[in-house]
């Protein structure tokens, strides 16, 4: 019964910030590796960023390098994505996703990851 709950999405305005989070519950545990990616409209869903399991390296897409911040607890079995300075081109529902370490880290291939949570919107106006 691996769950994976998203949190923090909303309405912000250009420039501001939201802090996203991801709780996983259910079996999902520490050792996973962990990613965020984005859907928006009429687009593919495409890498946003991505930790490893032990919180030692991250990885981002280009336009989030520098504004957005993929951070872990796993003593809260949490995931965070912090992002400021947002533009109107970060609209999108936001999903987290785990990789349960089976193979290499692919990390910026959606098809390498084991399950999803359910997805938070984010909506930023210019």
């Known amino acids: 019964q691996v769950q994976l709950v998203e949190s923090g999405g909303g309405l912000v305005q250009a420039g501001g910030s939201l802090r996203l989070s991801c709780a996983a519950s259910g079996g999902t545990c520490s050792m996973d590796h962990m990613g965020w990616f984005r859907q928006a409209p009429g687009k593919e869903r495409e890498f946003v960023a991505a930790i490893t399991y032990n919180g030692y390296s991250t990885y981002y897409k280009e336009s989030a390098k520098g504004r957005f911040t993929i951070s872990r607890d796993n003593a809260k079995n949490t995931v965070y994505l912090q992002m400021n300075s947002l533009t109107p081109e970060d609209t999108a529902v936001y999903y987290c996703?785990?990789?349960?370490?089976?193979?290499?880290?692919?990390?910026?291939?959606?098809?390498?990851?084991?399950?999803w949570g359910q997805g938070t919107l984010v909506t930023v106006s210019s």
């Open positions: 996703a785990a990789d349960w370490r089976r193979t290499v880290f692919d990390y910026g291939n959606p098809g390498s990851y084991d399950y």
